[in-house]
């Protein structure tokens, strides 16, 4: 599986640019149809696009089985990625799902609840700036009509891009049926971030995502010549999005939290003239939600001088996972203290986290990364820790699935 996904959207960084409705995201979507009819797995598209590969070889359909109380089990990721992203990141938990039911199937494991192998689309939101946008629109915690709305770089809407796919943009919106059949959902993922290589331990179970959000601030300025226009009459845009940058990061430290400003777009965008119009994203995150708006709310007192207006683009509050279903995953990983299977929290946001919000009980185990460098070419994971991930998995669907409720 990891050879066949090798190649696709692969850039010359080495890292990789897989982004919604395009010819790459095709090609994954394609090769999830192929491994989930490998396996004689039944494939179902949501009204968002996400690909849901059932197994359930009891009475009569999967819905049948959901009426008669037995809801499905569902494990999986994402497989698009960041601009020049990492290989691991999303593609490691899909792959590991069909692993997994691979194992179940040699082990000769008679699943009592139907199990769904996940593809959910979008989760990084590199093309149109919504993180998680298949699980939100899939919930409802992104409203249809605003994701329709999206635009991306090239001006092209959501609803477009999701046309030109072939699919009805009025089909977009929560989905039901979908959801009734999901009993809980377990998200394997590479580890962003460094923590199990100092803990010794190849896999962890989840705590929590942290609070994160993202912003837009739109800095006014007035295109001059870089040559003739004096010092004291410019209007240059850049200045204020400099200060913000800078105030970000000093504010983060002083708060506890993190900040990023990744993007920024400049208008006209000219080395000889004088910006009249600069857009910065800022991407801020914490373990403590009051710290974090604190951090937002002082950026945005500060822009003010600069005549700079601040759109929050999306914000999600800090996700606690189910805690028995993380304890009971605990003890089917064998563990009796908490350096065994070490508990994390993370910084990182995931569709997990969206299910779980949705009122869906989650769970997500971590694969150790070496160097816990994430959103990057060199993003790793050693084969043998990968392997561990699957059996981690494998056990924990085991006893998922034996569940008759
Ligand atoms: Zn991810």
Known sequence: ???????????????????????EDAALREWFA????ARGLDLVEDRVGNQWAWWWDGPGTVDDAVR???????????????PDGGAFDGPLGVVSSFAAVDALRASGVVPGRPIAVTHFIDEEGARFGIAC???RVLTGALDADRARALTDGDGVTYADAFAAAGRDPQALGRDEETLARVGCFVELHVEQGRALVDLGAPVAVASDIWPHGRWRFDFPGEANHAGTTRLEDRKDAMLGYADLVLAARAGAAERGCVATVGKVAVTPGGINAIPSHVTGWL?????DEGQVRALVDDLETRVQQH?????????????????????????VLGSTDELSVPVLGTGAGHDAGILSGAGIPTAMLFVRNPTGISHNPV????????????????????DLVADQP
């Open 1 to 23: 599986m990891w050879a066949d996904l090798g190649p696709v959207g692969r850039v010359a960084s080495g890292g990789y640019r897989r982004f919604v409705w395009t010819r």
């Open 34 to 37: 192929g491994e989930a009819a």
């Open 68 to 82: 008669a109380g037995h809801t499905g089990v569902a494990i999986g990721s994402h497989l698009d990625s960041v």
């Open 133 to 135: 946008a298949g699980s």
């Open 283 to 287: 991407d801020t995150r914490g373990t």
């Open 307 to 331: 005549g700079a207006t601040v759109t929050r683009e999306s914000w999600t509050p800090t996700t606690r996972f189910d805690t028995d279903l993380a304890d009971r995953l605990r003890r």
């Open 379 to 398: 993003e790793h994971a050693e084969t043998q820790d990968c392997h561990a991930g699957v059996e981690a998995l494998a056990a924990c669907l085991t």
